[in-house]
């Protein structure tokens, strides 16, 4: 009896440690947000308004710009800078853009980050924006 229950001991310690090594190869699923991203979240959120994790549809424009404030929740500050031409002077004028981006918690973008943001649906009254990735870090 003592012989067979050592058995079945081993066993289960072998089957146990199996299942282990499955759980390790399987990688974190990710929604598909239909644009190509170099740098897909690595960690998991549980945000409902995150295109990986939530149920957040991307639509519209992308851009790409430099974090100015993460000073908000879940909130940061995109920025970047365009040139206008202006035809009557044959010149360019040099423009800034500032907009409000979500950003969900796996991605956690800092201050001075350059991000790729992409619209939204609008998730509050002056945010319709989220990031995307984090193409270079500060
Ligand atoms: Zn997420």
Redesign the pocket.
Known sequence: MAEKTAQKGKKSESSGKKTAEKKKEVKIKIRDIGIEVKNP?K???N?EK?????HLKIRGKIFQGVVLSAKMDKTVVVGWEYLRKIKKLKRYMRCRTKVAAHN????NAKEGDIVRIAECKPLSKTKSFVVIEVVKEA
């Open positions: 979240p960690k998991v959120c945000d995150c295109p990986y994790h939530g969900p918690p796996c991605i």
